[in-house]
């Protein structure tokens, strides 16, 4: 079983490539070793994309939602590893995140867990895990923009984001390409903007845009972040959950500015 599990983590590291496929074949190659050991399911049937990936030549699309993952829990352990250590709380954090959040099925959370190991304890930087995504994402926006929502979901969901927390995920926003004032609005929404504020920030607004720019945004992001639409592009199965909370934050953005000024 072992040489088996060598060649599969071996074989998802060249598909990946660079230090995104270096994490995964150690991880998965790993995980594979001790299938048996753990009662892993071994048919196809039912089973999480990314073992179902091994088994067969991968699509681009396949490609696409392996990078998502390896690159999620990749750069979450850095982003755990900010201030050097990492803290049980933070590893719950993680676990909470992956539990409530994404709530993967039991062999998935291996993997994500997996991956979030090899990456604490291997190398490869979070500019280089967020080079490597924004190669493969360039032309998704919203697969981006999910990608720095998780960041900051995570590192505030143990009460704040610290200073080291967030110049990790200003260098991701750069990498990204997004400009100075969109890592500042999402710093002030997750910070506890006010609503009124929060929504135009959701909108990728400000509270000076005109009705007009208001409904061409939302009808615009409504089509960009629609759970179908993203998955469709390369988001994992097991994100949809992540995708949705993303797309109810649009509609309900929409929905309070449209109160506010009235907009019928």
Known sequence: MAWIG????????????????????????????????????????????FQQNARRSGSRSDDRKMTFFVATFSMLARLAQADGDVSEKERRTVLSFIDNDLRLDYVSKQAALNVFNTALTNSGTVDEFATQFYQCFAHDQAQLQIMVDILFRVGVSDGMLDIKESDIIKRVVR????????????????????????????????????????????????????????????????????????????QDAYDTIKRERNIK
Do not use: C, W
Request: proline residues 3%.
């Open 175 to 250: 990498i990204f390409h997004f400009s100075e004032s969109y890592f500042d609005a999402m710093s002030r929404r997750y910070g506890g903007a006010s609503i009124s504020e929060g929504s135009y920030t959701v909108l990728g607004l400000t509270s000076k845009a005109s009705d007009d720019e208001v409904k061409k945004a939302y009808r615009k992001m409504s089509i960009e972040y629609h759970p179908d639409t993203v998955q469709a592009k390369g988001l994992p199965d097991d994100f949809v959950q992540v995708a949705t909370k993303k797309f109810r934050e649009i």
């Open 6 to 49: 060598k060649f599969i983590g071996g074989t998802i590291g060249l598909t990946l490539g660079g230090p995104l496929g270096m994490i995964a074949g150690i991880a998965f190659g790993n995980m594979f070793d001790h299938a048996g050991e753990e009662g892993f399911n071994n048919t196809t049937e039912g089973t999480p994309y």
